[in-house]
C-alpha cells in the first residue's frame, strides 16, 4: 500500500515536474538575450496538445494531476513563446520566411494568441457537437498523445540546420530524456494499449537521436549567426554614413 503522502507528493511532481523542466531554459533566453537555437515550433506542439488534453479531460475524467499538468504547461509555454519573440534570433529578422502564411513564425505575439483562441473556439464548437460521442473522445486523447509525441522533431531539425545545439540547454535535453524514459517504462509496466507504447518509443528514440547530436555537433555558435552579426554591422556602418 502507497502511503497517501507519497502518493500525494508524486501527483504534484507529475503536475508541476514537466512545466519546470522549461524553467532553466527561460531564464537562459533571458540572460542572453537571444533565443537562437530553441525552436518556437516546441512551444507549438506542448500548447496545441495540452489545449486538446483538457477537452479530453472534459469527456474523460482522467486523473487532476494530469490535468493541472497540461494547464501549468500552457502557461509556462505561452510564457515561453513570449520570450522566445522578445529575444527573437537574428538570423529571423533578417530572413523571412518560407512557410504558408508565416504559419508560427509570426512577428508580433498577438498573433499567436489570436491562433490560439481560435483554435480553442474550433475544439470548444467541436466539443459541444460530438462530445458525447465515446469515439470523438478517443480520438481527441489520441490526438493529444500523437502531437506530443512529436515533441522532439522540431529541435533535432532546428539542431540539423544549425549544426550546433548552440542555446538549446542541457538540462532541457534530460529532462526530455528522463521524462520519456519514465513514461515509457510506466507504460509497459502498466500494461498501456499499444499506441500508448508505440508513441513513447518513438519519441524516446528522437530525444536519443538528439543527444547524439550534442555528442556529434557540440554548441558552440552557429556560423550563419556569426554571419548574421557581421551583416547586422555592415548594415549599421551604411546607415551611418
Known sequence: MVP?????LASIGMAIGPPLVYADQTYSIVHRKDATGFSR???AILLLANITRCFFW???HYEFALLFQSLFMIVAQLTLLYICILYRPRLEVLGSSSRPLSFWQWQNYTQYIEFLAGFILCQAILYLVFGQSDVYISI???VALGLESTLPIPQLISNYKQ???YGFRMSTLLG?????TFKTVYFFLQDSPLPFKVCAIFQLSIDCAIVGQRIYYGNALPAAALMADDDLEQA???AEE
Open 140 to 142: 481527441l486523447g489520441f
Open 41 to 43: 515550433d516546441v512551444c
Open 58 to 60: 472534459l469527456g474523460n
Open 163 to 165: 549544426k550546433s545545439l
Open 4 to 8: 497517501s503522502w507519497l502518493s500525494i
Open 236 to 238: 549599421l556602418a551604411l
Open 176 to 180: 526530455w530524456l528522463g521524462g520519456d
